[in-house]
C-alpha cells in the first residue's frame, strides 16, 4: 500500500449537462415521493442542444408534470441562450407505468423485525461506503475541496461578483499525501465558461484568471489549514480561455458522474447510478448505508480509514457479503469491525429505507431533498439537513465496544 503518492479529483457546477439531468431526474423522484410515498419510480435524463429527453417507469397514485420539473430544473441552473434555455427547448417524455406491486403500500415503520427479513432486494449490486478523517465530513480532501471550488464558483456567478460566468463549470484539486496523510496542494485546475452573451464584455485573459483566483480560489482556502504554496500548479480555462460550455457544446446524461457523487475515486464506488431511483432501489440505499457505516468507524476512532463492500443478490433480504478494508488504520482487526457492523447496522432493504425514513424525507425538507444531493456529492453532505446516512449516532455504542475489546 503506496504512504505517499499525489491524488486528483473533480467536480462540477450544477450547470454541467450531466449534473443537470441528474437535478431533473431527481426532483422527478421528489414530486412522486412528496406525493405518494410509496411511490415505485425511475427516471432518466438526456440532454443536447435545444432538447431535453426523459424516460420514466413508475407506480403511483401521484400525478407528476415531468415538463414542468424539467424546465424549472433549466432555468434555475441560470440557462438563457438561445441554444438551450427553460422556454424554448424540446422535452420529449417516454413514461411507462410499472405492473403492480404487491409490496408497494407496506409501510416499513410499521414492520416487525420478522416481517422486514422476508422483503428482499429486487436488484444484484456491490457497493461501497468510505470514511477517512482527512476534512470534518470525514471525506477525502481531494474530493471535498473540489466540491468547494465547484460550490463557490456557482456562488460568484449567481451574486453576480463575477457576472460574466455561465452554469457550466468544472474544478479539480490534486493533493500530495505523506504517509497517507495529506501533505500539500499540488494543483488546482478550474475551467468556468462564460455566458455568450455577455462574453465581449468579459475582461481580458489575464483579468479573467485574476477575479477567478481572488473570488473561488483564496475564499474556498482562506481558513484552511492547507493552502496553496508557490509551488503549486494553478490552470484557469488554460486550453480554452474564453470557453462556451453546456448543453449546447457536450450532452448530458443521468448517473455519468458517479466518482463525483461519491468519493471522487480515492475509494471504490458502485457502476450502478445514485440519481433518478426511488428507496426501494438498493443500488442507491445501499450505498448510503455504506457510507453510514464506514463514517460511524471513522468517528468512533476503530480506524482513520475505512471502506466498508456490501454485495446483494436478488433474492435475499440481507448483503451476501461484507467486507471492511481499514488500510492498516484500525484499531482492531478488520474482521472483528466486519462482525460489529453484522451485528449492529442493519443493511436489510427495508431497515435501511426504516431507519433512514427514505419516503418522507422530500416532503420533509423544503425544496425537495434527493434532487439537492443531485449536486456536489451525496456522500459528506453536512451542508443539507436531515441527511441520516452523515449521522454519527453509533459513535457511543462502537466505542464502548472498542473499550470493551482492547480491556
Not at 449534473?19 to 415505485?40: E, H, N, T, V, W
Not at 471535498?144 to 449567481?158: D, E, F, M, S
Not at 456522500?379 to 449521522?391: A, K, N, T
Amino acid at each position: 500500500m503506496k504512504k505517499d503518492f499525489m491524488f486528483t479529483s473533480e467536480s462540477v457546477t450544477e450547470g454541467h449537462p450531466d449534473k443537470l439531468c441528474d437535478q431533473i431526474s431527481d426532483g422527478i423522484i421528489d414530486q412522486f415521493l412528496r406525493r405518494d410515498p410509496f411511490a415505485r419510480a425511475i427516471a432518466e435524463c438526456a440532454v443536447s442542444t435545444g432538447i431535453v429527453f426523459i424516460s420514466a417507469r413508475f407506480e403511483s397514485d401521484a400525478i407528476v408534470d415531468f415538463t414542468k420539473i424539467a424546465r424549472q430544473a433549466i432555468k434555475q441552473a441560470g440557462y438563457e441562450e438561445p441554444d438551450f434555455n427553460a422556454k424554448t427547448c424540446s422535452i420529449i417524455t417516454s413514461l411507462k407505468e410499472l405492473p403492480p406491486n404487491k409490496q408497494r403500500y407496506l409501510d416499513e415503520k410499521q414492520l416487525s423485525e420478522a416481517e422486514i427479513e422476508q422483503i428482499p432486494v429486487q436488484d444484484q449490486v456491490t457497493v461501497f461506503g468510505f470514511a477517512c478523517n482527512q476534512t470534518p465530513a470525514l471525506m477525502p480532501l481531494p474530493i471535498w475541496l473540489a466540491h468547494q471550488l465547484a460550490k463557490r464558483l456557482t456562488a460568484v456567478r449567481l451574486e453576480k461578483i463575477v457576472p460574466y460566468l455561465a452554469p457550466d463549470g468544472k474544478t479539480q484539486v490534486g493533493v500530495e499525501y505523506c504517509d497517507r496523510k495529506p501533505n500539500r496542494i499540488h494543483s488546482i485546475t478550474i475551467l468556468a465558461s462564460l455566458d455568450k452573451l455577455s462574453a465581449s464584455d468579459a475582461p481580458d485573459f489575464q483579468q479573467l484568471q485574476k477575479e477567478i483566483r481572488e473570488t473561488a480560489i483564496d475564499f474556498v482556502f482562506q481558513n484552511l489549514a492547507i493552502k496553496p504554496d508557490e509551488k503549486t500548479r494553478i490552470f484557469i480555462n488554460f486550453d480554452d480561455p474564453f470557453a462556451i460550455g453546456g448543453p449546447a457544446v457536450h450532452s448530458g446524461l443521468t448517473g455519468r458522474k458517479n466518482a463525483i457523487d461519491t468519493y471522487g475515486e480515492y475509494a471504490r464506488h458502485s457502476g450502478a447510478a445514485l440519481s433518478g431511483k426511488d428507496p426501494t432501489r438498493i443500488d442507491r440505499v445501499g450505498a448510503y448505508a455504506a457510507r453510514y457505516a464506514a463514517k460511524n468507524i471513522v468517528a468512533a476512532g476503530l480506524a482513520d480509514e475505512c471502506e466498508v463492500q456490501l454485495s446483494y443478490s436478488i433474492g435475499f433480504s440481507r448483503p451476501v457479503s461484507i467486507q471492511v478494508e481499514t488500510f492498516g488504520t484500525g484499531k482492531i482487526p478488520d474482521e472483528e469491525i466486519t462482525g460489529i457492523l453484522q451485528q449492529y447496522f442493519d443493511f436489510r432493504l427495508a431497515g435501511i429505507i426504516k431507519q433512514f425514513n427514505l419516503r418522507f424525507l422530500p416532503a420533509i425538507v423544503k425544496g425537495g431533498f434527493y434532487r439537492k444531493l443531485a449536486v456536489y456529492g451525496h456522500m459528506g453532505r453536512i451542508d443539507i439537513p436531515l441527511v441520516p446516512w452523515e449521522e454519527t449516532d453509533k459513535v457511543p455504542l462502537l466505542q464502548g465496544l472498542i473499550f470493551q475489546s482492547l480491556k
